[in-house]
Each structure stands twice: as structure tokens, then as C-alpha cells.
């Protein structure tokens, strides 16, 4: 069974910063992995999906690695500002034909202005 | 450019009684998902669906039941509401393959 942990579970951090925030999956045999923003009480934004043959994927200041080999996932998000201030999520596919989503408990950031 | 509709967005429900949250995808995508959320944790898969007629098990489908009769609609039914069923519900879809997914606004239930 796919298990998906993310470290840490809550960042605080000034505004312009640079930052990565981490997911690690136990079972590499994933097919692709997504990375999601929730704002709170909100629903989740797709932010971005990483293919399983590829290595990273960007997106304006977001850059999203994958490495099925080790099990991990970094998103580096560039010059932090306020409004990146959310719960991100990060979710591995498996399961060969439906592809279910197994989600990571999530980190929550803080962009202190 | 709807996405993906979850009604309603709240409700409260008394202990015993029943419910049918509705989600409704407009992109024709074959795949459709109902996750749960709870504080503190991540999304647990409920039911899924890869087609109008076909649905599953996920991770956590004890007190729900779901049906697919149409590619735009999955509703989720709650039979006998429980306070443990307090959570707030996502629906999603996708296309075929192993591609993005795309999430609802949420349903969020409160059983009293």
C-alpha cells in the first residue's frame, strides 16, 4: 500500500525566501505525481503533475522535482510571498488503470509579510 | 467552465439520518473519485468510478454508497449519518490515462 509523508508539517517563513517543501512516497512504482495548494476552507488547485518519465516540471515561480528512485518529491517555491500562504499537498498516482491518488497529510505554509 | 460542481457546499445532519451529496463534472472525464477529509490528515479515498456503470471500493467505504449512471454525475449516499461521517467531502475527475486531476470546491457535513 502507497503511503505518501510530508516534511514538514508546518513552515513559517519571511516573505522573499526561497523554499522547498518535501514529500516522500514508499512504493517508487508510482505513474506520476501532483502537487496541489488548499486554501483554508476551500477545495483544492492543481498546481502542478509531474509525468513519471520526467524529472521536474515549472511553473512561473514553482518548480516541482520528482525521483522515483528515491521516493521523493521537492516543490521550490521562489521568492515567497503572502499570498503563498496555504496548505500544500502533494499526491502520487497508483494503481495500474485507476490511477488512484494516495495524498500526503499536507504542509502548511506561513509567509510572514 | 463549471469543472467540477459538489452541491450543497454545508450541511448539518442529525445522527440516523440520510443524504446524497452530488458532484458534477462537465469535461466528460471518464474517471471520478469521492475522498474524505478530515483535520490533520490527507484525503482518504471513498469510492471511485472509471466509467458510467463502473464504480469500486477505495480505502474508506464503510456507510457510503455511490452510483454512476451518467459520465457527468457520481453522487455519494450517506445512509444512517454517523457522527464519525463529520468530514468534508471532495469530489474529483479526470481523463483517461494517468492525468491531472481535478478537485471540487468540497462538501463539508457536520452530523450532530
Known amino acids: 500500500k502507497q503511503e505518501v509523508t510530508q516534511i514538514p508539517a508546518a513552515l513559517s517563513v519571511p516573505e522573499g525566501e526561497n523554499l522547498v517543501l518535501n514529500c516522500s512516497f514508499t512504493?517508487?512504482?508510482?505513474?506520476?505525481l501532483q502537487w496541489f495548494r488548499q486554501d483554508p476552507g476551500k477545495g483544492l488547485t492543481s498546481l502542478l503533475l509531474?509525468?513519471?518519465?520526467?524529472r521536474e516540471q515549472t511553473s512561473g515561480r514553482l518548480n516541482a522535482s520528482l525521483d522515483k528512485s528515491s521516493g521523493r518529491s521537492t516543490l521550490y517555491i521562489a521568492a515567497s510571498q503572502p499570498g503563498d500562504s496555504a496548505t500544500y499537498l502533494c499526491?502520487?498516482?497508483?494503481?495500474?488503470?485507476?490511477?488512484?491518488?494516495?495524498f500526503g497529510k499536507g504542509t502548511k505554509l506561513s509567509v510572514i509579510p | 467552465n463549471a469543472g467540477v460542481t459538489q452541491t450543497p457546499k454545508f450541511r448539518i445532519l442529525k445522527i440516523g439520518q440520510s443524504m446524497t451529496l452530488q458532484c458534477t463534472q462537465d469535461?466528460?472525464?471518464?474517471?471520478m473519485y469521492w475522498y474524505r477529509q478530515d483535520p490533520g490528515m490527507g484525503l482518504k479515498l471513498i469510492y471511485y468510478?472509471?466509467?458510467?456503470?463502473?464504480?469500486d471500493k477505495g480505502e474508506v467505504p464503510n456507510g457510503y454508497n455511490v452510483s454512476r449512471s451518467t459520465t457527468e454525475d457520481f453522487p455519494l449516499r450517506l445512509e444512517l449519518a454517523a457522527p464519525s461521517q463529520t468530514s468534508v467531502y471532495f469530489c474529483?475527475?479526470?481523463?483517461?490515462?494517468?492525468?491531472?486531476?481535478?478537485f471540487g470546491q468540497g462538501t463539508r457535513l457536520t452530523v450532530v
Open positions: 474529483a475527475s479526470r481523463p483517461s490515462g494517468a492525468t491531472e486531476a481535478f
Open positions: 512504493d517508487s512504482a508510482i505513474y506520476n
Open positions: 509531474i509525468q513519471s518519465s520526467q
Open positions: 499526491a502520487s498516482y497508483s494503481g495500474a488503470g485507476s490511477y488512484q491518488l494516495t
Open positions: 469535461m466528460n472525464h471518464n474517471y
Open positions: 468510478s472509471v466509467g458510467a456503470g463502473i464504480t
